[in-house]
């Protein structure tokens, strides 16, 4: 399984990102999946998760300001994520989970900054 991640970038305090992630390859039933994030000298942390039955898992520090969501028919799921603050730039990695397997995506960084 391969994952690929897009939609990260630069944008001022305030403003909005939408991040997305695509599951390639042999795909057959894919459980979690979630959003992670890994700053500068600080641990990966998880950021939030969808189930396959629909239920959301937020990080407290992002409730009420990103919303995760999935399209199982594209293997995608997405991050909007809005009123960013400077201490939300990262690295957002994508993680699923397959049976007993998890993969991870590569990486977008997310810059906020005035």
């Known amino acids: 399984v391969q994952l690929v991640e897009s939609g990260g970038g630069f944008v001022q305090p305030g403003g909005s990102l939408s991040l997305s992630c695509t599951a390639s390859?042999?795909?057959?039933?894919?459980?979690?999946m979630g959003w992670y994030r890994q700053a500068p000298g600080k641990q990966r942390e998880l950021v939030a998760a969808i189930t396959s039955g629909g239920a959301r898992n937020y990080a407290d520090f992002v409730k009420g300001r990103f919303t995760i969501s999935r399209d199982d028919a594209k293997n995608t799921v997405y991050l909007q994520m809005n009123n960013l603050k400077p201490e939300d730039t990262a690295v957002y990695y994508c993680?699923?989970?397959?049976?007993?397997?998890?993969?991870w995506g590569q990486g977008t960084q997310v810059t906020v900054s005035s």
């Open positions: 993680n699923v989970d397959q049976y007993t397997s998890n993969y």
């Open positions: 390859g042999s795909i057959f039933s894919i459980g979690v």
